[in-house]
């Protein structure tokens, strides 16, 4: 495996939740690890970041609702997406670096060198 493989996608209805997972490639001893969507139409927005110090990014949008999350010892990552709704519909992509990143940078998805193929989300109203 050379790049991050994304799992736990699927369709739900408003107001449900889905955990995302994250398969990394490698263990990281410093890292930038995040969560990226894109929606029909629209250009890819950072969701979610996490770095080796424990520090977190969130987008406005998902603040309160989403956490991320990490398990070095398994390489993996996740994303708990709570309280969904239909704007939360994208294909979500993971993404790792091995570099710790800037806070200014967390949500460039060309700063991460591992990128997933994404896995879509679904909510329906």
């Known amino acids: 495996q050379s790049q991050p493989v994304e799992s736990g996608g699927g369709s739900v209805q408003t107001g449900g939740s889905l955990r995302l997972s994250c398969a990394l490639p490698r263990s990281y001893s410093t890292y930038s690890l995040a969560w990226f969507r894109q929606a029909p139409g629209k250009e890819r927005e950072g969701v979610a970041g996490l770095d080796n110090d424990g520090v977190t990014y969130y987008a406005d949008s998902v603040k309160g609702r989403f956490t991320i999350s990490e398990d070095n010892a398994k390489k993996t990552l996740y994303l708990q997406m709570n309280s969904l709704t239909p704007e939360d519909t994208a294909v979500y992509y993971c993404?790792?670096?091995?570099?710790?990143?800037?806070?200014?940078?967390?949500?460039?998805?060309?700063?991460?060198?591992?990128r997933g193929q994404g896995t879509q989300v679904t909510v329906s109203s």
């Open positions: 993404a790792a670096d091995p570099t710790p990143g800037s806070s200014e940078l967390w949500d460039d998805f060309d700063e991460y060198n591992d």
